[in-house]
């Protein structure tokens, strides 16, 4: 049985499937067969890539061998999506991963079922949510990337506004935000950092209007966008610390730069779906994740920040304790961003994606 993975930005599983319907029905056939093996299937829906997601699926699975893991990689906000239409029928068993306000929608709507971790008293107050009904396992900076065989760390931008300089006009690479929990929270930010300094929202889609001009392209999802930056198709990007990390540690000419004024930290959370088919399963892989040997692992192989604050310095790996050194964290009203980020995306959407040019 192969993993399900993404393909063309859309998942698949066997080539030629592409429409949601056929990755459904392809779900459960693979459901079907792996109940027939005796193994409890666990099914995942997470935007945190192959990297992450394999190293769990092997690791979790040499633990609990009586639990097969199958996880989907998509969006965030595509997670969301398809756990509210599969309401009726749950298909998925945990969500690993996004940024608490999309959590806070799925919370709204009834999506998700309660579930205290033992880690969970290790993770700071604002990083629960209520009841417990999602629980960050890390904390994910966005970052400003750039393509290190064409710039050296001194000629990148060192903050937001630099992005918006003359120089990097047509050198600019996003991922699509409307399918991004990373994007909309740096997109947010520009939003709210507008409401705080003049009380109304018009000056944060004036800076997006200007970013939107000096962007060469949206692309559809993460694997293009590093693509694209390493072959130069774009020399700078907004995106997220670990997959630049990840990156750079495979040799890929990839960079970052922590913002100096600030810069969003997602709470990267992680639930138990409602109506989850095999909750047992489902806990103990919550379990794992926030344990010490799953924090430690992350940090170590996939360059994840752990959102437990009791683990000792000294068993850390040095990327964490630099970047919590030079990292200034963005004063973020997430629950503003989690009612109101949805109109905010769908006035960008219309109102000035692609004429940021025309201005």
């Known amino acids: 049985m192969r993993r399900f993975r993404r393909v063309g930005g859309r ?17 459960g056939l693979v459901l079907s067969a792996c109940q027939r093996d005796g193994r409890t299937p666990l099914v995942i829906y997470s935007p945190h890539g192959r990297d992450l997601l ?11 061998p009586d639990i097969d893991v199958r996880w989907l990689d998509m969006g965030s906000q595509d997670v969301l999506d398809r756990i509210r239409s599969e309401r009726a029928n749950p298909q998925a068993d ?61 000629q990148a931008p060192q903050d937001w506004e630099e992005v918006l300089t003359p120089r990097w006009r047509g050198q600019v690479v996003i991922r699509d935000p409307l399918a991004s929990g990373t994007m909309r ?16 929202t018009a000056a944060g889609f004036v800076w997006l209007r200007r970013l939107d001009g000096q962007t060469r392209e949206y692309v559809l999802n993460p694997a ?23 990156e750079s540690s495979k040799g890929q000419p990839l960079g970052f730069t922590l913002p100096t004024s600030g810069t969003p930290v997602i709470e990267d959370a992680i639930a138990l779906v409602r109506g989850t088919p095999h909750p047992e399963a489902a806990r103990a ?3 794992w994740v926030g344990s010490v040997a799953g924090q430690l692992l992350a940090a170590r192989e996939v360059y994840r920040l752990p959102a437990r604050q009791d683990l000792p310095a000294d068993s850390l790996p040095d990327w964490v304790r630099e970047v919590r050194a030079r990292l200034v964290v963005e004063p973020m009203e997430w629950d503003r961003l989690a009612t109101d980020g949805n109109a905010w995306m769908a006035y960008w959407d219309r109102n000035v994606r692609g004429r940021g040019a025309r201005r």
Do not use: C
């Open 11 to 27: 998942l698949g599983g066997w080539a030629g499937w592409r429409s949601a319907r056929h990755v459904a029905v392809a779900a």
């Open 185 to 200: 929270a740096i997109f947010g930010m520009a939003v709210l950092r507008s409401l705080r300094q003049t009380g109304d």
């Open 285 to 287: 892989f919550i379990e």
């Open 54 to 64: 394999a190293l769990a699926e092997r690791t979790f699975e040499a633990q609990r």
């Open 224 to 246: 293009l966008l590093h693509q694209k930056l390493i072959r130069q198709e774009g020399l700078i990007s907004l995106w997220d610390l670990p997959d630049i990390l990840i």
């Open 94 to 154: 945990v969500w690993f991963g996004g940024p608490a306000m999309l959590f806070q929608r799925a919370v709204a709507d009834s999506l998700l079922t309660p579930f205290t971790p033992s880690w969970a008293e290790h993770v700071p107050a604002r990083s629960r949510g209520p009841n417990d009904l999602y629980v960050a396992a890390y904390e994910t900076p966005a970052v400003i990337a750039y393509n290190t065989a064409a710039l050296a760390p001194e």
